[in-house]
Structure formats: C-alpha cells, structure tokens
C-alpha cells in the first residue's frame, strides 16, 4: 500500500481464502478501493506447471491492474 500511496501502481495477488485479508489491510492503509487479484486455491502442493498454467490464467487481469485504475 505504500507503493500505491506514492502513484507506483501495485498490485496483490492472493488465493480465494486471503482476499478478505487483503482488502482489511488495503482499507487499513488508505486503500480502500484497491482490489487484489484473486488466483485459485491452494498453491503449495501443486505441481510447477499448474501453478504457471494458474499464473497465466490471471495474466490479463494483472496488466489491466497495472496499466488502469484498477479491474
């Protein structure tokens, strides 16, 4: 948040059970309409190539994030 507090366009990216999470932390820091990116979960037991193929999936979404005013 404080990259995003400075104009440097940020972006999180958390699975489905951290979202709440991350949206009380950006309200907290004086981000509250900032929206993280949300990826399926879980991730750890999985092998590589799922979680690129995961990665890829949400791709567009991570540039819109980066290059607009949010999704």
Aim: charged share 15%; glycine share 8%; proline share 11%.
């Amino acid at each position: 948040m404080t990259l995003e507090n400075r104009g440097i366009p940020t972006i999180v990216i958390c699975t489905a059970p951290f979202t709440n999470s991350a949206l009380a932390q950006s309200n907290a820091f004086g981000r509250p309409g900032f929206q993280p990116i949300s990826i399926p979960h879980p991730l750890g037991p999985l092998p590589r190539e799922t979680v690129i193929h995961r990665a890829s999936s949400i791709s567009d979404d991570i540039v819109r994030a980066l290059t607009s005013n949010g999704l």
